[in-house]
């Protein structure tokens, strides 16, 4: 019961900070990033991972400035900001 309780906390929070992320124009609808929790809008790719060298399967977003990683691009989806 604790269990269930604080997952749905967990959830509500990240549910949360997604929306006013959006609000404050950090990421887009589909959670792709704009900017850097550092206020930098130079981000960049890193960490890709390739199928057979040349097929992109996933990568990360990172903030040139502050090195942060934002957001991890999988199979087409961007996952969601925690
Ligand atoms: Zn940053």
Not at 10 to 19: A, G, L, P, R, S
Not at 55 to 82: P, S
Request: glycine share 6%.
């Amino acid at each position: 019961m604790k269990y269930k309780l604080a997952r749905s906390i967990e959830k509500f929070c990240i549910k949360c900070d997604v929306f006013f992320l959006k609000l404050f124009g950090y990421i887009d609808k589909d959670y792709t990033p704009i900017k850097c929790t550092c206020g930098n809008k130079e981000l960049e790719d890193c960490n890709q991972d390739y199928l057979d060298g040349h097929i992109l399967l996933e990568y990360d977003c990172r903030c040139k400035k502050c090195g942060k990683i934002l957001n991890h691009w999988a199979y087409g989806y961007w996952e969601i900001w925690q």
